[in-house]
């Protein structure tokens, strides 16, 4: 079942980055290009090694998956809203899926799917255009009002009834 799962995930379209003005973005831009397929490889290697660490889910709970939808469907509901596949990122414990939507070159609004249909967002640096802020988080920002316009009825919010806070 596993091996299907990441399939499908597999084939979900990467995100894309805008092409950025400034010369020192260009380099930057080239650089993650030929890095991003790499990233998940020394990502896991560096967390395995103890090199660097990342343990549990990052803040920001939007809610959970409607149990009457499936994953599959709302994923294919996020790409048409201009999210893509984000290899670029931490790996959260009993994380399905991690989806960005790029505003430009600097920012991205975030968003990961969890196993036990838990969903968590933020707004953030894109990993290309601020490495070190984004990695320990800095300019993290709830921006929950625009999730919840973003993901429209497919998550329930929790505190409601269908979901006990």
Not at 40 to 60: A, C
Request: glycine share 4%; charged share 25%.
């Amino acid at each position: 079942m596993r091996a299907l799962q990441e399939d499908w995930i597999r084939a979900v379209p990467r995100s894309r980055m805008a092409y950025p003005t400034a010369l020192h973005d260009r380099i930057k831009y080239v650089f993650w290009m030929f890095y991003t397929p790499l990233h998940p490889y020394l990502r896991d290697l560096s967390t395995s090694l103890r090199i660097l660490r990342h343990e549990g889910r990052q803040d920001f709970l939007l809610g959970i998956l409607d149990p009457a939808r499936s994953l599959q469907e709302f994923v294919a509901f996020l790409v048409a809203q201009g999210f893509g596949n984000h290899f670029i990122a931490w790996k959260d414990d009993d994380e399905i899926v991690s989806l960005r939507r790029t505003v430009g070159f600097k920012y991205q609004y975030h968003l990961r799917i969890f196993n036990d249909g838990e969903v968590r967002c933020h707004y953030e640096f894109t990993p290309e255009y601020r490495p070190i802020k984004h990695m320990i988080q800095e300019g993290f920002e709830d921006r929950t009002p625009e999730f919840k316009a973003i993901v429209q009825d497919w998550v329930i919010p929790p505190g409601t009834p269908e979901q006990p806070a």
